[in-house]
């Protein structure tokens, strides 16, 4: 005899641990079979590389971002990071000549310290994330137009190859920019799943009194967590750079928005301690095929994107409640 | 000495005397600033332009101010002001004469009631199914620059209605229409919150929705009326940047509105976690944000560094707010009175570092 409950344990059900970031998966799977049965051209597996390619410094910068909510903070700063780091790049190897393997680790430094000095003040102090990476977000965008106002074109050539060099695997391509991104969420999620900082990124996320209570080294972590966050927008504006070949004060304006998208479409919860890379990786691919979808169509205008990501963000926040709710 | 330390303990003394400073500092660079004339029956100079300019600023931050009262935030202002500016025009430049004060009229109801709707989408967000307002409000954040650019279909709509000019640019009695109408609203506020119980209610959600829902106050009620009220004084914002230009433009109208609206509210001594506020304050924060603008403009500093003093200012402002900075710059400098000098240089540095 097998109860009914017996039963049901028995179909096995995804972990609803999982729910969100299957969500999205099938919400992926479904917007890419809408196309694929609208546009003939859409199958072409070229197309989703391309969605890399167009979105891979997004894909860097939403992984920090995801650190970062996973705590249950939030990092408004990081396109503000990342027009200042095209700006700062830009500006160095045209307009002062140095070479490119100085600039890079130097625009991955200032980042990085960008973003640790928002972690200390915000866990020092204890100041709402949110103002700080407000207050964050005015100084680099401040910081680029001290620069300079204007665009500056890049003609470097280490810039220009990593722009223009393709790696090709049969009759499909992608840039190096799109490797480095998958390198970077491949890092992420192994840092999360399987080291400390990890471990301790999600006990803060889920309560931070009790990580604190527990002896875990909550300073240590969330400013390690905005510092990453800092270096993946730097790192994010590098890999823009590269793709626009200039350095820009108003390069990525609302981006911030873009990455909390992503991040949340993927799955990872806002009040922080669950949610996975991969689903924030699915959730900028999500935010790439609408773009895609909407430049097949071609009838609708570019600003329908931006109303189906808020829509998109509306239904996942909506579906985050529903599963908290059930959870209590 | 006794008189100064005591002005200091006045909640809005230190608001009040940067803004003063900010003012004569100008007198250096503009020895004309303070003057005020009458030219064709219009108050006319830099402290009127500041009033005028900076009325949408103080009806945003007004909103904003109820809103981070009741413990919240609303980061759609700004997506509000580019609607409504948007739906007013774009409804005007519809109708066959756009001179025509009944059209203008409509076009004006329309877009606040529009503003209305989308306050109670907000309020409705974060009341009604409990979603964090900083998240609930970035969807409209999000979305309502894209539903302004739908109104104006991605162009910038330009107008050319007298009556709808008037709303940001015109004058009534010498004083200039938009700064009359912040007034009304000021007072108005200052009547509700003051003179009714509202203002109690409000301020004791933010203290603590859960308690004051116990205690009896319909706490989720309280929220979606600021966020409402948030919205109208955004709309009516809109109203007054779109008259002013004579023109509507979804995607720049209102850009980070919010973030000057927010350290309006912060500089005017609110705390962002809520419960007490201050509209005085608030006001004075707008106008302070709003000299600042105009004094980097007249100095001739390149205004691109408008961004980095704004900086500077919210990271010392919240520094100077937060209990534990305090307890950890001012009190070392108490426990070590015969060293008095070590740490007082310590202070700036550690303001300035990490901002």
Known sequence: MTTLSQVRSRISWPNQKYLPVLATLSLLALMYGVGAANYEAFGDAQVVLNVFIDNGFLLVVAVGMTFVILTGGIDLSVGSVVALTTMLSASLLQDRGWPAFVVLPLVLLVGSALGFGMGCIIHYFDIQPFIVTLAGMFLARGLCYTIGTSSIPIDDPFWVSMAQSRIRFGDYFVSPSVVIALVVVLIAAFVLAYTRLGRNTYAIGGNPRSALLMGLPVARTKIAVYTISGFCSALGGVLLSFYMLSGYGLHAVGMELDAIAAVVIGGTLLTGGSGYVLGTLLGVMVLGVIQTLITFDGRLSSWWTKIVIGALLFVFILLQRVITARKR | ?355
């Open chain 2, 1 to 355: 000495m006794t008189t100064i330390t005591r002005l200091a303990k006045y909640r809005l003394f230190w608001p009040v005397a940067i803004l003063v400073v900010l003012l004569l500092s100008n007198l250096i660079f503009t020895p004309s600033f303070f003057k005020i004339e009458v030219r064709d029956g219009h108050l006319y100079g830099s402290l009127i332009d500041i009033l005028r300019f900076g009325a949408p600023l103080i009806l945003v931050a007004l909103g904003m101010t109820l809103v981070i009262a009741t413990g919240g935030i609303d980061l759609s202002v700004g997506s509000v002001v580019a609607i409504c500016g948007a739906l007013a025009c774009w409804r005007i430049s519809e109708q066959g004469d756009q001179n025509s004060v009944g059209g203008v009229l409509v076009a004006v109801v329309m877009a606040l009631g529009l503003a209305l709707l989308l306050g109670l989408w907000n309020g409705f967000l974060v009341a009604g199914i409990g979603i964090q307002p900083i998240i609930a409000t970035l969807i409209l954040m999000v979305a309502g620059r894209g539903l302004a650019q739908l109104i104006t279909d991605g162009q910038i709509i330009t107008i050319n209605s007298s009556p709808y000019k008037e709303i940001g640019a015109g004058y009534l009695l010498t004083f200039p229409v938009p700064v009359l109408i912040a007034i009304v609203v000021i007072v108005v506020s200052v009547l509700l919150t003051r003179r009714t119980a509202l203002g109690m209610l409000v301020e004791s959600v933010g203290g603590n929705a859960e308690a004051s829902r116990l205690a009896g106050i319909r706490s989720r009620r309280i929220k979606l009326m600021a966020y409402v009220f948030a919205a109208l004084c955004a709309g009516i914002a809109g109203l007054m940047i779109s008259s002013n230009v004579s023109s509507a433009d979804g995607n720049n109208a209102g850009l980070w509105y919010e973030l000057d609206a927010i350290l309006a509210v912060v500089i005017g001594g609110t705390l962002l976690t809520g419960g007490r506020f201050s509209i005085g304050g608030t006001v004075i924060g707008a106008l302070i944000i709003q000299t600042l603008t105009t004094t980097i403009y007249t100095i001739g500093v390149p205004p691109e560094t408008t961004l980095l003093v704004k900086a500077l200012v919210v990271t010392i402002v919240c520094l100077v707010q937060s209990p534990s900075f305090r307890e950890k710059v001012f009190k070392g400098r108490r426990q070590r009175p015969p060293t008095p000098t070590a740490p007082t240089s310590d202070a700036p540095t550690k303001v300035e570092v990490p901002a």
